[in-house]
């Protein structure tokens, strides 16, 4: 069974500044995906990311990006020029189909 | 352009009472899957439908629970007995083929008092 570790349960970062929040995970296959999500007080799970194992390239949207480390698996993601509407919890997912396999999530707090 | 809708939002039930919680999927998507928020915990997975059929419950717990996707309306996870350790955030996600992109409704949160 796939399991999915984020080893940091919260974390925070001062308005304007970057963060970066770890993930592993454990597969043995070669194919699968990556996402993160985050989970506001309203609990909406929102997409916020996601990776295809088998490109090398790190995935980017906006201020958010991933650090990709497949022979490591490892997935951070780093949130670059912090909002305080980046607040939230963030969980890291992993799938080779479509059962999604999460993390226990992180925590951000953003200070002002 | 709705996207998934999930009703109610907030449930609350009596111990061995049963609890219906709803899922319509968004316009398009036949593919369904519930997961389950525990406090402090990730989604699991609880089961995987299509239309009629149900592809994979693997993760719902083996009595009391039971879903469905009917070929009309909307996707239904149903909570006979339900006891205390039931609270939960209960979450539905569709997607348009099997391994495409699911995008998630915004949770039925389930109180067993």
């Known amino acids: 069974a796939q399991t999915v570790t984020q080893s940091q349960p919260e974390m925070s970062v001062q308005e304007a500044e970057t963060v970066t929040l770890s993930c592993t995970y454990d597969?043995?296959?070669?194919?699968?995906?990556l996402f993160w999500y985050k989970q506001p007080p309203s609990r909406q799970m929102i997409l916020v990311i996601r990776?295809?194992?088998?490109?090398?390239q790190n995935a980017t949207e906006n201020r958010f990006s991933v650090n990709f480390q497949k022979a490591a698996k490892s997935f951070s993601l780093k949130i670059s020029d912090s909002q305080l509407g980046d607040a939230a919890m963030y969980f890291c997912?992993?799938?080779?189909?479509?059962?999604?396999?999460f993390g226990k999530g992180t925590k951000l707090s953003v200070i002002p | 352009n709705a996207g998934v809708m999930q009703n109610p939002r907030h449930l609350v039930r009596r111990r061995g009472q049963e609890a219906r919680l709803r899922c319509s999927p968004m316009k398009g998507h036949s593919h369904v899957y519930w997961y389950r928020q525990l406090p402090e915990e990730g989604l699991k997975f609880m089961v995987y439908l299509q239309k009629e059929n149900i592809i994979d419950e693997s993760g719902m717990p083996k009595e009391r629970f039971s879903a469905e996707f009917p070929k009309e309306g909307p996707s239904i996870l149903r909570i006979q007995q339900v006891v205390r350790g039931d609270s939960a955030a209960y979450f539905c996600?569709?997607?348009?083929?099997?391994?495409?992109?699911?995008?998630f409704g915004p949770g039925t949160r389930l109180t067993v008092l």
């Open positions: 997912a992993e799938t080779m189909s479509y059962q999604l396999t």
């Open positions: 990776q295809e194992a088998y490109k090398q």
């Open positions: 597969t043995s296959e070669s194919d699968y995906y």
């Open positions: 996600a569709s997607s348009v083929i099997r391994d495409a992109e699911q995008f």
